[in-house]
């Protein structure tokens, strides 16, 4: 089994800074890629940021120069440091790793997902 657990979500005003974490736990042998999906209401769910194994990044327009993803690979973790926040930003915030798990092979594995909220 595998389990993603984030935190690091909440209410914050327009302009704010929040940080999100996503930290993973269970049996597998090794993370690809890393990622943060957000969904907003009414809204289908959306890429927001990627990072590779090897550190590169990548994101969302809509996101770039507010928004750094990062990765701690003895933590099995993965941050995501937002910054000048906007209303448009309120949603659910989800992480997504792709893992080895061995003869299960690789997969693609969610969190719950967070909430975030930015008041205007």
């Known amino acids: 089994q595998v389990q993603l657990v984030e935190s690091g979500g909440g209410l914050v005003q327009a302009g704010g800074s929040l940080r999100l974490s996503c930290g993973a736990s269970?049996?597998?042998?090794?993370?690809?890629?890393m990622a943060w999906y957000r969904q907003g209401p009414g809204k289908q769910r959306e890429f927001v940021a990627h990072i590779s194994s090897g550190g590169s990044t990548n994101y969302a327009d809509s996101v770039k120069g507010r928004f750094t993803i990062s990765r701690d690979n003895a933590k099995n973790t993965v941050y995501l440091q937002m910054n000048s926040l906007q209303f448009e930003d309120t949603a659910v915030y989800y992480c997504n790793m792709y893992m080895y798990r061995g003869v299960a092979g690789w997969s693609d594995y969610w969190g719950q997902g967070t909430q975030v909220t930015v008041s205007s």
């Open positions: 269970g049996r597998f042998f090794s993370i690809d890629r």
